[in-house]
Structure formats: structure tokens, C-alpha cells
């Protein structure tokens, strides 16, 4: 059985740091990509940055020079670090594995990141 389970959450004044960990448990054959979602009280789930296959990155406009993901194969863990955190930055962040031909989705059970001003 798959698990994804987020660590590293919590409450940090603006400008502040925090870095995310996700540890992917069980076995997940033909990953296409990692990463981390954000979902703001009455906000659509978006894209804050993700790694593919081959290691190239994406990240969401908003976050650019701010946030830098990794990925660790061999410990199976997705880290988010986080610098120069904004209030706007206030969200639940989601740890996602995307694997197969369909593009199917894993997802953790998320973890508050509040950024206060």
C-alpha cells in the first residue's frame, strides 16, 4: 500500500524559512513526477513545484527564486524548501506522486504551512 506522509509544516513569521519533507512509502512503479500542491481556504488546489524523471523542475510564478524542490531516490522523499515566506504563502501543502501511461495521482494528507505578516 502507497503512502505519502508530509513533515515540516507550522507557523513562521514573514521572511521567515521552512522546509517541507515527504517520505513515499510502498511501491510506485513508472513515476512520472513529485511534488508539492497548495490549497488556500476557498481556493482551488495549484501547483507550487514539482520534479520530473529526468530532474528538471517547475515552479509556480509566485514562488520562483523563493522555493527550491529536491528529490531523493534511493530514501524515496520529496522535500519543498521554502525562503522568504509571504502571508499569500498561507496554505495546507500537498505532497503528489504522479505515475503510469494515465498520469494517476498519489496524494499525502497535507500539512499547514501559516505564514504570519
Known amino acids: 500500500q502507497v503512502q505519502l506522509v508530509e513533515s515540516g509544516g507550522g507557523l513562521v513569521q514573514a521572511g521567515g524559512s521552512l522546509r517541507l519533507s515527504c517520505v513515499v512509502s510502498?511501491?510506485?512503479?513508472?513515476?512520472?513526477?513529485m511534488g508539492w500542491y497548495r490549497q488556500a481556504p476557498g481556493k482551488q488546489r495549484e501547483l507550487v513545484a514539482s520534479?520530473?524523471?529526468?530532474?528538471?523542475?517547475n515552479y509556480a510564478d509566485s514562488v520562483k527564486g523563493r522555493f527550491t524542490i529536491s528529490r531523493d531516490v534511493a530514501k524515496n522523499t520529496v522535500d519543498l524548501q521554502m525562503k522568504s515566506l509571504e502571508p499569500e504563502d498561507t496554505a495546507v501543502y500537498y505532497c503528489?506522486?504522479?505515475?503510469?501511461?494515465?498520469?494517476?495521482?498519489?496524494w499525502g494528507q497535507g500539512t499547514q504551512v501559516t505564514v504570519s505578516s
Open positions: 520534479i520530473l524523471r529526468d530532474r528538471t523542475t
Open positions: 503528489n506522486v504522479r505515475y503510469g501511461l494515465l498520469s494517476r495521482d498519489y
Open positions: 510502498g511501491a510506485i512503479f513508472s513515476i512520472n513526477s
